[in-house]
């Protein structure tokens, strides 16, 4: 695939859509003490922050699997997936931070008066209490979460949704994310995708088959194509 050089493709942009975990916040580390606790609990080893870091984005049940491996077809998911959500419920925002440039990159929509909003398959709850942790979220338009509607990314329902929401078309909608399903789900609903090349991509991951309209290597690189 080649990769298109950035251009004027906000001239038309009527908002802008993100995922949320490995685009906007390193939520990584308080993903990975969740995983860690629940795995301390059945007195198994813990997993590094280098390796559960490209799994952060894959949510309670990727990092289960990592962490539990072939074990965890002998144990009560659903138990492991509370034990997990409850103490990263507890600990949200201990360790988490902005990414480097998304705060410029918002005040920037902000100011060209831009919608934007964030379309996660995080959980609704977990991240409305996530987000009132920054400051620069707050101007957010809308917020879809994994468990909003029945669907979830790649289905582009979710996406749909949120532009219904703040009544903008899909066509002149952008979507940035670190995961093909995020990649996926923006092209199913006609939206141009950015790929979020400073998020949780694994070492396996070929992100130029994703058939994402753009590879960004920074959140500032949006700001370029204006």
């Known amino acids: ?28 580390n308080d993903l990975g003490e969740a995983l860690n606790f629940v795995l301390r609990k059945y007195h198994l080893p813990e997993v590094p922050q280098a390796i559960y870091r490209p799994v952060a984005s894959d949510g309670a049940l990727g990092l289960l699997t990592l962490g539990f491996n072939s074990q965890l077809k002998n144990y009560d998911y659903d ?42 398959n995080k959980p609704e709850g977990l991240t409305k209490q996530l987000l009132p942790s920054f400051n620069e979220l707050e101007q957010c338009a809308v917020m879809v979460g994994g468990d909003t509607l ?5 289905d ?21 994310g670190d995961a093909i399903r ?7 609903a006609g939206m141009k995708t950015f790929v979020a090349q400073w998020g949780y991509i694994k070492s396996t991951d070929n992100i130029h088959e994703w058939q994402a309209d753009y590879i960004l290597k920074s959140p500032q690189d949006l700001l370029l194509i204006r």
């Open 1 to 28: 695939m080649t990769i298109k050089t950035p251009s004027d493709v906000l001239n038309n942009t009527q908002a802008v859509l993100f995922d949320l975990d490995g685009t906007l916040l390193d939520t990584a």
């Open 79 to 120: 138990v492991l997936r509370t034990q997990f959500l409850n103490f990263y419920q507890e600990n949200i925002a201990r360790q988490t931070c902005l990414y480097p440039g998304v705060t410029e990159l918002l005040t920037r929509l902000n100011t060209d008066n831009i919608p934007w909003g964030i379309v996660t």
């Open 150 to 154: 029945p669907q979830r990314k790649p």
């Open 156 to 176: 582009p329902e979710p996406l749909f949704y949120a532009c219904e929401t703040i009544k903008v078309d899909p066509k002149h909608c952008l979507y940035v």
């Open 182 to 188: 995020d990649i996926e789900a923006g092209n199913r």
